[in-house]
Every structure is written in C-alpha cells, then in structure tokens.
C-alpha cells in the first residue's frame, strides 16, 4: 500500500534514474519557458533602443540570447527532454503580461519601462548561468553534455550580464536622479 503513514505525511517519490530524469525535464522546461519569455523581452527592448547607444549595446546581447535559447533546445534534444508547449506558451504568455504593469506614463514609454526591461534580463541572465552551471557539473559525469559548449556558453551569459548591469545602472540613474536627490 503507498498511503502515507500518518495524515500530513508525503508519498515518498520514485529515486533513481527515471525519476532523476523527470525531474531534468521539469527543469529545462521551466528554464525554456524563461528564455522564451528573456528572448520576447531582449528582442522588444533591442527594437525599441534601435539607433541609440541603449540600442547599439543590446541589439548583440538580444541575438545572443536567441542563441542561448536554441541551445537550450538543442542540449533538451541531446538528453532526450521533450519540449513541452504549454510551458513555453506560460513563459511566453508571462513576458506579455508584464508589459500591463503601470510605469508611470499611460500613452508613451516610461524610462522606468526601460530600467524594469534591463533588471528583468539581468534577472533571466542570472537563472540562465545557474542552469549552465548545473549543466556543466552533469557534464562532467555524463557523456552527452559537451563541457566546451557550456563552458562557452557561461562566458557569453557572464559577457552579457556586465553589458546588461552596465546598462541597468546607466538607465536606472538617468530615470530616477531627479528624484533621489
């Protein structure tokens, strides 16, 4: 019988390697969803800055979070870890969401807009090394993560979190000086 022992107790779930397995898959998708959301979010703020220095500093990062996106799919493929849609459609839906939250202005964009886009990237960025980090360490035991590969993906993602923090704080100052001052 699998009842818990006493009320309020929790099943004991499956270990071993399937169950090492689900738990893998849960957490590439729950990291695809973000980037879906972190790819949406970079793309709109790197269209948004077109022709300015803003734009000129993350049109690339923009790009390259696109990149890290596939390669999150391609390293899914590799294990073996369907895609499962109705987290990505969640991650996208989520992206479009948060561009409802209210900024201070209602008709045009706010520069609070802008500095809440940076720190929502740098907060993807951030869940993004995590996930590399991770991937690196199960590389090293497993035969079908490639160390070089997420070894260069962790340099690009430490890459863009300096381009994005520099922005971040740039943005942040020019928004909000007047009135910490």
Do not use: F
């Amino acid at each position: 019988m699998n009842a818990p022992a006493y009320p309020g107790a929790t099943r004991r779930r499956p270990t071993g390697r399937g169950a090492g397995t689900r738990l893998l898959g849960i957490y590439l998708n729950d990291h695809l969803a973000g980037a879906t959301a972190g790819t949406d979010r970079a793309a709109r703020l790197a269209r948004t800055a077109r022709g300015s220095a803003l734009g000129r500093a993350i049109e690339p990062v923009a790009a390259e979070i696109a990149e890290d996106r596939s390669a999150l799919l391609d390293i899914m493929r590799d294990l073996g870890v369907p895609v499962r849609r109705y987290k990505v459609c969640a991650g996208w839906a989520a992206e479009k969401l948060g561009r409802l939250k209210p900024n201070g202005h209602l008709v045009r964009p706010s520069p609070l807009g802008t500095v809440l886009d940076l720190e929502a990237l740098r907060l993807g960025i951030e869940g993004k090394t995590a996930c590399w980090q991770i991937l690196r360490r199960l590389g090293a035991t497993g035969e079908r993560l490639d160390p070089a590969r997420l070894d260069t993906l962790l340099e690009r993602a430490r890459r863009q979190q300096e381009t994005i923090e520099e922005w971040r704080v740039r943005q942040a100052e020019e928004a909000l000086a007047t009135t910490a001052g």
